[in-house]
């Protein structure tokens, strides 16, 4: 089956640094990727929509200048959160839709912690 | 709007015990797609099904069933005989069926704990 590699699966970086996280579609072309955020204990919350060879769209609420998405190829995503703080500690996780294939696939997540 | 709800915070069962996690959902859209997933400690999303809105029909694989009522706008998940491996967190999600570039509108989960 179609999988999504997420990495890394955690980060620890002091504040003020930026971190990148990758998510690629490993045997399936993915225009579109999705990156959601989950604090502990809490439920998935969509972060951005990224599009291939476009802008992302982010959610109501999301610093665009913060998490900076780029789509550059058809397998891979990336997500830079840039100036982290440690109120940006959180799980982030990213889902691919196969071009033309309703399902989404998820990658395993990332932790990332902010000291 | 969409919006999914998992009225069920916590719920703790001992071992093979039926246990039935709810979800109730909110769409305008006449086509759309319902999700089940198990999300163990380790983080990862793991996928149990996805249901179109037109296939109503209930479905059972192994010890896992659900129960699609759309006249009550619910997606109901039942484990038989629950083992400690079922302790996860299950969400359920929505999705528009409209274009290939919907996401997934999660409820907030339900934590279920086995208890030997």
């Known amino acids: 089956g179609a999988v999504v590699s997420q990495h890394p699966s955690w980060v620890i970086c002091k504040s003020g640094t930026s971190v990148k996280i990758e998510c690629r579609s490993l045997?399936?072309?993915?225009?579109?990727m999705f990156w959601y955020r989950q604090f502990p204990k809490q439920s998935l919350m969509l972060m951005a929509t990224s599009n291939e060879g476009s802008k992302a769209t982010y959610e109501q609420g999301v610093e665009k200048d913060k998490f900076l998405i780029n789509h550059a190829s058809l397998t891979l995503s990336t997500l830079t959160v840039t100036s982290a703080h440690p109120e940006d500690s959180s799980f982030y996780i990213c889902?691919?839709?196969?071009?033309?294939?309703?399902?989404?696939?998820f990658g395993s997540g990332t932790q990332l912690s902010v000291l | 709007a969409q919006k999914v709800t998992q009225a069920q915070t916590e719920i703790s069962v001992v071992e093979k015990e039926d246990v039935t996690l709810d979800c109730v959902y909110e769409t305008r859209d006449t086509t759309y797609y319902l999700f089940w997933y198990k999300q163990p400690p380790s983080g990862e999303l793991v996928f149990l099904i996805r249901r179109n809105s037109f296939d109503e029909q209930n479905e059972i694989s192994g010890r896992y069933s659900w129960n699609f009522q759309k006249s009550t706008s619910s997606f109901n998940f039942t484990i038989t005989a629950s083992q400690v491996v079922d302790s996860a967190v299950y969400f359920c999600a929505l999705s528009e069926a409209r274009s290939g570039n919907t996401p997934l509108v999660f409820g907030k989960g339900t934590r279920l704990s086995v208890i030997a």
């Open positions: 045997d399936f072309q993915a225009t579109t």
């Open positions: 889902s691919a839709r196969e071009t033309g294939v309703e399902k989404l696939f």
